[in-house]
């Protein structure tokens, strides 16, 4: 008989209670299975099939509780297909384990039946549903397994056959205290991860390519010798960049004729408000009519009013008015990134197309740099992009991916992890970020969209621009440097959260804009003065590098590396 949990007794626990809690304890009856075994204390659960798809693989205990098997059946349900509760009970657990989602319900008779590798989930922990209740949606074949009270893996054919019945045994139940969901229940979730049913095969699959794919990013960042090749590069750029920058002394000329700005603004944005807004067209040289603000909604965000900052209004008369508007708000600014890129594309030839032969510059702010990109490089590759389009400076914008996207990333592949975001986003700490949107995802540095950039080439007669800011916590300035671009620079910054957003209205970044504008190269800086911005930004980059891969570490995402 399993022990009981200790009951601490102090002064404040009264007689009478602390007596009926001793009672209830004693008397709680939790059920271990053996076939045709009836008693009459076991309560009757009637338990119907989750699925009425075929039965692709059967039940094949491992031989011993670490090897694989197939510790439950495995159905061909087809992507789309309703899963349903097997019987009456109370869902405690619904989420992921392993990147992949699970249900676990528990039965007035002990029983637990688990519903693993599974699309979406209707249900949360705590429900209660009845038999033939939806609890969740197949994105392919789906694992079904039943457990006793003492995590014994049972013959789910035989439960729903009939033949498989509880005999009673004394011990405490869930509803007297004993944990059922925590660690426990993930570490019995993942076991189907070692088995060879067909389902389990394809998720681990799955799971497995998106793990390997983060130990080989951080085994790469957290090597010193790439700091240092990335440190050799910054010497080699520096010499190159010195033959061609613009001495400090030389002035930005103003544009000899009439050029169109379209500004992109970036991740948890809206159309009211934003540091991409605020870059300093007038100074550019940019007539007001002139400024066209990408919408993530499609087609350009309403215009801003010059006399009053931060309001918006729609102005009559102006060159772009066939061109629809929409406001948009911080979740239209988190779809994937690829269909953000797809409207500016359309956005770019829209414009083109109402003022031909107008040239076009590009300006983006952090996201926005890596939307912009990825729609110059997808319309040039397409035969799309207008000739009119010229010039795309990106600042502060995580070409080479975000580290804290990264983390972000590692950290929801695993439960625990993923409660941890939760609870960030239920305290505010996120503010309008939801890392189960696209964007965040996309722009991890192990993510398809930042390989997709670095595949394609810059359209010819396009000028890539990359601008950083060195104490950036959000962008690291080494991570907004595009080794492709045809000039980059660093620029130093005060280190923290708030250089992410200034950056965009500073004088020296105004400046560079204006420079990569007007084609000629970016301001000379001195080799102490480059030498202090890259060890900065790398620093940044190498300790949220650092942060990330403990956290994952730490949430089990990653395997714990061996000691020395």
Known sequence: MRSLPFIPFGRSCRRALCFGVLVALLSTVVVAFTPHEVRAATPWVDYRPPSDAEIVDHFRP???????????????????????????????????????????????????????????????????????????????????????????YLDPEALLAGTLRPRARLVPGTDQGLDRLGAHERRSLLDVFLDTGVAALSATSEWGSQTTALIAHYMVELNPTTHAIRAVDAFAKWLRDHETCTPVSVSVPAPESRRIVVLVSGLGTSSDSNTAWEIDTKALGYADADVVRYSYEGGQAPRVNPEQAGAVRTVSQQPFDAIAEHSFDSIDSQQSVGASADHLSALLQSVAAAQPDVPIDVVAHSQGGVVARLAVERSGAEQHLPDEVETLVTISSPQQGAPLATGVVALGESPGGAAALTQLRSAGAAEDLDNRLPAISDLAETSPIIDELHQRPMPEGVRFVTIGGSGDLVVPGSSAIAPTANASVILPTEIGKDAHGSLPSSPAATREIGLAVAGMGLTCQSFSDVSAAFVTAETIRFGESVAGATAAVAAGVLPIPPAD
């Open 62 to 152: 491992p031989p011993k509780p670490w090897m694989a098997g197939n510790r439950g059946i495995d159905y061909g349900t087809s992507p789309g297909a309703q899963i349903s509760a097997s019987a009456d009970g109370r869902v405690i657990f619904a989420g992921l384990v392993g990147g992949a989602l699970h249900v676990t319900l528990e039965h007035a008779d002990g029983l637990r039946t688990s519903y693993s590798f599974l699309d979406s989930l209707t249900v949360s922990a705590g429900d209660r549903v009845r038999a033939g209740d939806v609890i969740a949606v197949a994105g392919g074949l789906f694992h079904f397994g039943v457990r006793a009270p003492d995590d014994t």
